[in-house]
């Protein structure tokens, strides 16, 4: 599904090169369920916006099912996105006075889908993650573990083929940790492919292939790293 090739990144700081990612190589087929770990400031975010198509690499290739991402325009990659990925960011990106359902409903707001087929598709999106019952609530009455909830039924709610999620543990306790890592293992049972960085190693554990960055660089060879 997804092939890195030699994918380098570097930023200009006071017009020095600093390298954030070093010739990166990554493959990952479709249904996998891949964790990225390794120390902060080691890339892993940076990494998560060049598959995210968000960021560009300074030099490589970045193939999505044999197309070039890099070749994509604008509207291309806009479409790319908002059809084939979805995201769950840390710091989860809820509109915090707007409903559970009408933050859900964003991502729809750029489809042809009528009123019927959105309601259906909330109503699916708020059930699979066990939050259907708060989908009148605005945002800022849940929990932290409840709005990493519902940051992921709203990047589900397109039905994408990739799940890029970046810390999903960050602050939550050990009830709201489990069940979250249980939505992730049912969603990659039914198909979806996942990348998750997680600094949490028991969170690691529910991928099922761990990759380590280091300085920007894979720690160890990619293959024979499989913990499962
Ligand atoms: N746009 C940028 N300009 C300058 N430096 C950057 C930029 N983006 C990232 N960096 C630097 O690149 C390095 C990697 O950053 P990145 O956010 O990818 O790390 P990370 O592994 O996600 O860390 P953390 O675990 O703390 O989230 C860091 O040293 C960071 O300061
Ligand atoms: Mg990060």
């Known amino acids: 599904m997804i092939e890195l090739k030699n994918i380098s990144k570097e930023v200009l700081e006071a017009g020095v090169k600093i390298p954030i990612l070093r010739n990166i190589d990554l493959t990952i087929l479709k249904g996998e369920f891949v964790s990225v770990m390794g120390p902060s400031g080691s890339g892993k975010s940076s990494l998560m916006n060049i598959l995210g198509s968000l960021d560009l690499p300074t030099s490589g290739d970045y193939l999505f099912e044999g197309t070039n991402i890099q070749r994509l325009s604008g509207k291309q990659l806009a479409d790319f996105r908002n059809q084939r990925l979805g995201f769950v960011f840390q710091s989860f990106m809820l509109i915090p006075r707007l409903s559970v359902k009408d933050n859900v409903e964003v991502p729809l707001l750029y489809s042809t889908y009528n009123k019927k087929e959105r309601t259906r598709r909330i109503k699916e999106a708020l059930e ?32 994408p083929d990739l799940l890029l999620i970046d810390e999903p543990s960050g602050n939550l306790d050990a009830d709201s940790k489990g069940e979250i890592l249980d939505i992730f293992k049912s969603l990659n049972a039914k198909g979806k492919t996942i990348v998750l960085v997680t600094h949490d190693p028991e969170v690691a554990q529910v991928g099922k292939r761990i990759l380590i960055l280091k300085n920007g660089s894979w720690a160890q060879p990619m293959k024979g790293v499989e913990v499962y």
């Open 128 to 159: 699979q993650v066990g939050m259907i019952h708060k989908a009148k609530e605005p945002i800022i009455n849940l929990s932290g573990g409840q709005k990493q909830k519902i940051a992921i039924a709203r990047a589900i709610i397109n039905d």
